[in-house]
């Protein structure tokens, strides 16, 4: 079946780079995108940017000047990198798989980055 | 950027209450997506293409709209149902979420 995970330090010091690891089985990278997702505490979901299935990347404007994604297609693996991290960046992080007809189709457990010194 | 804003941030309903949730978008959209949220899990799909149930969703759900006024409603509520509901766009990048609607059992 289709799963996500996602892996990484659950503590950032704040103007340090955040990485993170999406590991997926039950399906193959290069037939579905990948996003990753963020979620501050009690507030609403904002998606940070997506690895498509042909290797191609869209980003967050919003996040685009520190975001990197890219991905391993032979370890089935998504990587998020994410530089001058700053307070208001911590919440949970979650790589999603995107289906265009259903959306945010199936979310990993997510990840809890605190960003703080 | 397509800005969602959901009515209301919170509601209570007693069990057999029917309930609405509103989400209006700045820009016209194509379609609405919905996904359920309880606490401590991931977001769960829960509505697709404004009013397709996703598997192992209860019938009592629907979702309806056009254009910028999108809802979700509730026939009877039920005490599983309580639940942050978030609304979302795939419109246009980057694809936004409403704040979210807390659905509360009174």
């Known amino acids: 079946q289709v799963q996500l995970k996602e892996s990484g330090p659950g503590l950032v010091q704040p103007s340090e780079t955040l990485s993170l690891t999406c590991t997926v089985s039950?399906?193959?990278?290069?037939?579905?995108?990948v996003s990753w997702v963020r979620q501050p505490s009690g507030k609403g979901p904002e998606w940070m940017g997506r690895?498509?299935?042909?290797?191609?990347?869209a980003y967050n404007s919003a996040l685009k000047s520190r975001l990197s994604i890219s991905r391993d297609t032979s370890k089935n693996q998504v990587f998020l990198k994410m530089n001058s991290l700053q307070t208001d960046d911590t919440g949970t992080y979650y790589c999603?798989?995107?289906?265009?007809?259903?959306?945010?189709?199936?979310w990993g457990q997510g990840t809890l980055v605190t960003v703080s010194s | 950027e397509i800005v969602l804003t959901q009515s209301p941030t919170t509601i209570a309903a007693s069990p057999g209450e029917k309930v609405t949730i509103t989400c209006r978008a700045s820009?016209?959209?194509?379609?609405m997506y919905w996904y359920q949220q309880k606490p401590g899990a991931s977001p769960k799909p829960w509505i697709y293409?404004?009013?397709k149930l996703a598997s192992g969703v209860p019938n009592r759900f629907s979702g309806s709209g056009s254009g910028t006024s999108y809802s979700l409603t509730i026939n009877t509520m039920e005490t599983e149902d309580a639940a942050t509901y978030y609304c979302?766009?795939?419109?246009?990048?980057?694809?936004?979420f409403g704040a979210g609607t807390k659905l509360e059992l009174k």
């Open positions: 979302q766009q795939w419109s246009s990048t980057p694809h936004t």
């Open positions: 999603t798989r995107d289906s265009t007809v259903m959306g945010f189709a199936y």
């Open positions: 820009s016209s959209v194509s379609y």
């Open positions: 293409d404004t009013s």
């Open positions: 039950g399906f193959s990278l290069t037939s579905y995108s």
């Open positions: 690895m498509w299935y042909d290797g191609d990347t």
